[in-house]
């Protein structure tokens, strides 16, 4: 595994996208070119339904592993007006659909969602779906939780509303690493969290998991597994640590680089603490995820019904994602595009009633056809070229381009069917690259991406 570890630990997307978010060509991208890739979705797909987004960028602190867009404060007067222009962008883009949203959807994501009041949150839910109460059933709600903050009031009021899914903050339980990343938070206080929420009713809790942290060593991620295991949640995400302080800045510059672990070093926590989950009856799910048989993620992989966007994978399929709040992303399958990131003129561009948009992509027939293909890749670990497709050539350069994988045993090339093996999932980045018409024309991937491995 070393040799080819080294080999493939190139730095590349990660392919919530295709294009990826630094091959955007509209910059700024025309309102009217975004509402128009809504109206083609919904012609398209015949359909109504949409998952939406919120980005709740407000945290009290800075974690240095962080890549996430947030603002750090201890103010909490800006919830309100934050809350006001999230809503207002909500009823900004109604205005502009011709019919009556289904959402099928909802996650809250940050920053720290739970830096929020419940009433705040509950204020925000009751404004988007226009009532005090969803079924579960019809729509999934789920927000991400940091185990310091989350109250009592947080859990039962969000349940009361709908919410059957959380996903707690974990990254590494080893005091070591837990400081060099500046969050502190014991054991003790995750489980509190985590046993209240399974005693209110939550339905799928998730912990989320850092591999590859500064100072992190074997015993480090055995110890948060084992840790993690004692609580049994529904779902595990074993992220790897993305080290990009180039885009990110000095919030990535808590340790030195001598502090990170490297290559096969690197690989070997994931493995090790795969196959600790495996054994205890995890089922590995995409890149990076686990989930129990009985879980809805679990069941959609093995049905081949997964999907993939920029909340991560998901079982819901709706085509629409719709991200509201400072930073989000949208995906109307056919056009990208992303809000405002400066918090302050995100809010002013909402109130003088604006839909906050500043780029995006609108996408071409090539571009729709190579993110199919991608997309499959990610989320079953295979896809099937199209054999009526006009673009003949790209797809010989593909697999021309994989034939070092298929050498090393990674990917299997049958006719137009292209399969990642059980081997090549660790690898399943690069794979992906070989697809990549941008990327194969660009010089500057080194200072774009994280490394792939």
Wanted: proline share 4%; hydrophobic share 35%.
């Amino acid at each position: 595994m070393k040799n080819l570890v080294e080999k493939y630990n190139v730095p590349g997307p990660r392919y919530t996208s295709y294009p990826t978010v630094p091959f955007w060509k509209n910059n700024p991208l025309e309102l009217n070119d975004w509402t128009q890739s809504i109206v083609r979705n919904y012609s398209s797909f015949g359909t109504e339904e949409l998952s939406l987004y919120i980005h709740l960028p407000y945290c009290e602190s800075l974690c240095t592993f962080c890549g996430c867009h947030k603002r750090i404060t201890k103010n909490h007067k800006v919830e309100a007006p934050y809350i006001d222009a999230v809503i207002k962008e909500w009823e900004l883009y109604k205005e502009h659909f011709n019919f009556e949203p289904i959402i099928r959807e909802l996650h809250f994501g940050g920053g720290t969602p739970t830096f929020f009041e419940a009433d705040q949150l509950i204020r925000l839910v009751h404004a988007i779906f226009g009532k005090d109460a969803v079924d579960p059933k019809e729509t999934e709600l789920s927000f991400e939780a940091h185990p310091n903050n989350t109250t009592k009031e947080h859990l039962e009021k969000l349940y009361a509303f709908g919410f059957r899914r959380l996903s707690l903050g974990i990254q590494d339980y080893s005091p070591t690493v837990q400081e060099a990343i500046n969050r502190i938070q014991p054991f003790e206080n995750v489980k509190e969290v985590h046993d209240l929420a399974r005693s209110i009713g939550y339905t799928s809790i998730s912990h989320d998991l850092v591999f590859g942290l500064p100072k992190q060593r074997m015993t480090d991620i055995l110890d948060t597994v084992e840790k993690t295991l004692l609580l049994n949640p529904d779902r595990i995400s074993l992220y790897s640590y993305a080290h990009v302080p180039w885009i990110k800045g000095n919030g990535q510059r808590g340790f030195d680089e001598s502090d990170l672990p490297q290559d096969s070093e690197k690989r070997a926590l994931y493995e090790e603490a795969k196959h600790t989950l495996e054994a205890e009856g995890y089922i590995e799910i995409g890149m990076d995820h686990f989930a129990m048989a009985h879980d809805d993620l679990a069941i959609a992989f093995k049905e081949k019904n997964l999907h993939r966007n920029f909340m991560g994978y998901t079982t819901q399929n709706t085509n629409f994602l719709l991200g509201l709040g400072m930073s989000a992303i949208s995906d109307s399958w056919f056009g990208f595009a992303q809000n405002e990131k400066n918090t302050e003129k995100y809010i002013e561009l909402v109130s003088s009633g604006q839909i906050p948009i500043f780029r995006g992509h609108i996408l071409n027939d090539a571009d729709l056809e190579i993110r199919k293909y991608i997309l499959d890749l990610m989320c079953h670990f295979e896809t099937v070229l199209d054999e009526n497709s006009e673009r003949k050539e790209m797809h010989n350069s593909i697999k021309k381009e994989l034939q070092e994988m298929v050498n090393d045993g990674l990917v299997v090339i049958d006719g137009n069917k292209i399969t990642v093996t059980e081997a090549g999932i660790a690898y399943v980045r690069n794979c992906c690259m070989a697809f990549d018409q941008d990327l194969a024309n660009s010089e500057q991937r080194d200072n774009m991406f994280s490394k792939t491995v």
